[in-house]
Structure formats: C-alpha cells, structure tokens
C-alpha cells in the first residue's frame, strides 16, 4: 500500500514550484508580446463599465468572463507557435510560458465569473441572440465549464505519460468554443456588431482559428523542410542523428531548435531538440538523450534512410553575444546541446574563448565530454567539466572570475534549479547579459511516472497499438 502511495506521490520535491529567475527589466521588443496579452484583458473592462443600470457586481462579473475568454484566446494564439511572434516574447520558450499562464489565469477568471451572478434586470443590455438559444449557450457553458477544471487538473498532472497527456491538451478547445458561443450569445452592454462586438468576436475567431489551425493541421500534416536521416549512432543513453537535406537547408543561427518528426513507426510525434551542427554544415545533427518512452525508442528503430520532417527554426538563444567579448555557457545534462552548434563557427571578432561549464553525471559515460574535450584542444572552449560528487555551485563563479562578471555574457541551459540558482548567481556577480533556455515546455507537479506507465502498458499489446 505505502508503495502504491509514492509511486503516485512520489517525493515532496516533485510538487515545489521551481520559481522561475526574473530578470532585470531592460526595455525591448520582448515586452511587447506579455503587454499586448494585458493590456488587451485590461481594455475589455471599458465594454462593460458606465452601462446603465448595471451594479459593480454584475461588471466585475462580466469582465471576468470576457478577461477568461481573451486569456483562453491568448493560450491557442501563443500554441500555434507562429515563428514572427518569437521576437516579441523572446522565443518559443518565452511564447509557451505566456501559454501556460494565460491558460492558468483563465481558470479563476472564469471561476470568479460564474459565482459572481450579474444582476441584468433593469440594465441596458443588448440580447447576443434569441432567448432560447442564450439559454441553451450557456448550459454548454456550464458543461464546457466543468470539463475545464478536468482538463486542468490533467494537464498538471505530470504523472501522465506525454503522449496521453497531449490528447487531453488538445480538447481544451471544445470549452472554449462553448464559452464563446455563450458569450456571444449572452445579454451584454454593447451589440456584437458594435466595435466592442467585432474586438471579442476577434479574439474568440482567433482562439478557434488557432486552436483547429494547431490541432487538425500542424499536427497532423508534415511541416517543415524535407531531410533524411544519413548516420546515426547510439552510445550509452544519448543518440546522435545526421540528416542530410532533401531540398533546400535550414536556415538558422546557433543556440536555435526544430521540431523533428521521423517517418518511421512509433517516431511520428513531433518533439523539439537543439541543432548541434553549425549553420554552415551541410548536414543537421542532433544529439537525443533518452529521457522517456519516445526517445527510448529511437535504438530500438531502423532510421537510416528515414523521411524527417525539420519544422523551424525556433528560439532566441545566444550563446555568444555580438555585443560581448566574453562569454561563459552554463549547462547541465541534456543542457549542453544548444552550445554544440557554436563548437565550429567562427568567435566574432576579438572574442575570448568562451569558458564552458558542464555539470555532467560521468566523464566516462558521457559520448558528448569526447566532443566538447576536442574542441577545448582546438582552442575553441576553456572546457570545466563537473562530474556528478564536483558540484557546480554558485560559489565556483567566484574561484573561475574574482574580479566579478560585469562584462559578461552568460548562458545558461539545463535542470531549473540549476538554471535559477546560476543565473541569480551571475547576476549578483555583476552580469546583465544573461540568457536561459527551458527544455521543459509542459512543466507540471508530481511524479513522472511516464517509465513505469509506459512499461505497464508495453505488457497490454491493445493498450501499446491505441497510445501510439
Ligand atoms: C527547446 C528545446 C530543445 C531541446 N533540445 C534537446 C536536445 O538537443 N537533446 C535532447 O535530448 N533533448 C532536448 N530537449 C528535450 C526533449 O524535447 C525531450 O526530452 C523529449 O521530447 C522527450 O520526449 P520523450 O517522449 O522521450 O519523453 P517523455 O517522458 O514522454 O517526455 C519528457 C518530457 O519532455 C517533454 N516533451 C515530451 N514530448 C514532447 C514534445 N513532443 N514536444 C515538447 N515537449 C515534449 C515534456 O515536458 C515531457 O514531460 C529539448 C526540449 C526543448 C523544449
């Protein structure tokens, strides 16, 4: 019984919230995205303040609504992954963060909207559509309500496997198509071909738009640029995959990502890794860690001659700064990879060395330390690796720059609380250049499980056929 209990418990640390490390506010086009998503929530308060014969109650009740609307609107826009948006949040990982709180935010939005009753009588409302089709909106409202909170509470769930876990994600739209429907057709202060009506309209037609645009055409049908897999190798739990173009080759800067999907059984699923190769390599490589039932698979899989589909490049990660002549990357495990494609291009000009600190679980064991050591023999990194037993601490800055950070540009990839507590760590030590990237775009509490589960059901030959 107590087993059973902490394999769905598993260990208090499982359930903390990692908080994220806020950087210092430098104005930039970064700001843009989160300040459109705001002050268009904030806005809508003006469509339903100064109505006639409507109680503050019955406001805030409405806003809300509206508020929980643009917000679920706001999480479909930012999932479509629109690569000109990325400029505006600071890249794809950034636009899933907004995602993700938009989405969060929506839920007590909506919440605080259906316990505060509006009072319409006597008010100067406008009818969205007849009585009886208002009524009927809102009882899917109400249905549409309660799947939420389900869809939710599974979605934070990180003890479902990510490929069930997706499906789940991919219903939100039908409670945000029931809210919307319920809204249009609701009694409210201005008509909906008002502009008032046409600003709402918008956004619900955008979250629809986006959400059917994500989950029947960008998941389904192939995006991206043609490639096919010419090498791979397998060593230990990490596979290096070569593709060579079909067609025309990706263009992209180093630190950037795509999303692969392999044609080839079982490997369909899309899923995003750092490109390790420089850009003027004819070929793409990347370097996949084993991590879970999609990447287990990849040694288990004949991918030679495999179709792949590139769909990018995505994010706004740096590793070195044209604007610094000093740079100090930060990785563990899994974190190395979006430094690799910067190994062979050429240092802007009268650029020092950047100084690589790898927090890695074993030198032997690691195929990528062979890597990174020859390139510390070319000259091209001042290598410092951290075996597991050798941690890389915040104190370690202070032995590697005594005289501070100030000039500086820091990137860091890998486990948050590393992340966190280095770049916090970094910033104390004087440096105000300083990027992240975040390879985790679910997140989540509790245990992941997805080994265990995905075993189990391996022993179910129909459960095995239906998942993938
Ligand atoms: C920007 C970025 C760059 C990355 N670069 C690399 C890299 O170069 N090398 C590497 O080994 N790993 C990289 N990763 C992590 C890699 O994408 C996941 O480890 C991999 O998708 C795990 O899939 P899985 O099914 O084997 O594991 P699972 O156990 O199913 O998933 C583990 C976790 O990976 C994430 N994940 C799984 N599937 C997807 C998906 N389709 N799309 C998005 N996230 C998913 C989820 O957070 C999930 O909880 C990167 C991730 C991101 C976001």
Redesign the pocket.
């Known amino acids: 019984m107590k087993s059973v209990f902490s394999f769905f418990l598993g260990r208090r640390s499982d359930w903390h919230l990692t908080a994220p490390w806020i950087r210092m506010p430098r104005i930039s086009l970064h700001w843009l995205g989160p300040f459109a998503i705001v002050s268009s929530v904030v806005a809508g308060w003006f469509a339903f303040t100064g109505t006639t014969g409507l109680n503050q109650a019955s406001t805030f009740s409405m806003w809300f609504g509206s508020s929980s609307i643009v917000l679920m609107a706001w999480s479909f826009i930012l999932a479509f992954r629109v690569s000109v948006l990325e400029r505006f949040w600071g890249g794809l990982?950034s636009m899933y963060r907004a995602h993700r709180w938009a989405g969060a935010l929506a839920i007590p939005a909506m919440l605080l909207h259906t316990q505060i009753e509006p009072r319409t009588k006597g008010a100067q409302l406008v009818a969205g559509a007849s009585r009886n089709v208002a009524d009927a909106a809102e009882d899917l409202a109400e249905t549409g309500e309660l799947m939420l909170y389900g869809l939710v509470g599974l979605s934070i769930l990180?003890l479902i496997?990510?490929?069930w876990w997706k499906w789940t994600h991919k219903l939100f739209g039908v409670p945000f198509a029931f809210a919307s429907w319920h809204f249009y057709t609701a009694l409210k202060p201005y008509d909906n071909a008002s502009p008032w009506g046409v600003w709402f309209a918008g956004f619900m037609l955008a979250g629809i738009i986006a959400w059917i645009g994500r989950v029947f055409i960008r998941d389904t049908v192939g995006q991206g640029s043609e490639y096919s897999v010419v090498d791979v190798e397998h060593t230990g739990t990490v596979s290096r995959i070569e593709l060579a173009p079909s067609a025309k080759p990706l263009d992209f800067e180093p630190g950037q990502?795509a999303f692969l999907r392999i044609g080839a059984d079982r490997m369909r699923?899309?899923?995003?890794?750092?490109i390790?190769s420089g850009p003027s390599a004819d070929n793409l490589v990347?370097?996949?860690?084993h991590?879970?039932?999609?990447?287990?698979n990849l040694p288990h899989t004949e991918l030679i001659s495999s179709k792949v589909r590139v769909e990018g490049p995505y994010?706004h990660f740096t590793p070195v700064s044209g604007s610094h002549t000093k740079s100090v990357w930060i990785a563990g495990g899994?974190g190395i990879?979006p430094f690799l494609a910067s190994l062979d291009e050429p240092l802007p000009g009268g650029h020092e060395t950047p100084v690589l600190l790898y927090a890695c679980k074993s030198v032997d064991a690691d195929p990528l330390v062979e890597l990174l050591q020859a390139a510390a023999s070319k000259g091209r990194i001042d290598l410092r690796l951290f075996p597991s037993g050798s941690r890389l601490t915040p104190e370690t800055l202070d032995e590697l720059f005594p005289d501070g950070m100030d000039d500086h540009h820091v990137a860091l990839c890998g486990p948050a609380g590393l992340v966190r507590d280095m770049a916090m760590a970094a910033s104390s030590r004087g440096a105000r250049s300083i990027e992240t990237?975040?390879?985790?775009?679910?997140q989540g509490f509790g245990p992941?499980r997805?080994r265990e589960i995905n075993e189990a059901v391996s022993k179910v030959p129909v459960l095995t056929r239906a998942a993938h």
């Open positions: 990982d990180r496997p990510y490929r990502f699923e899309p899923h995003p890794f750092s390790a990347f370097y996949i860690r991590l879970g039932d999609w990447s287990d994010g899994v990879t990237e975040d390879f985790d775009m679910r992941d997805s």
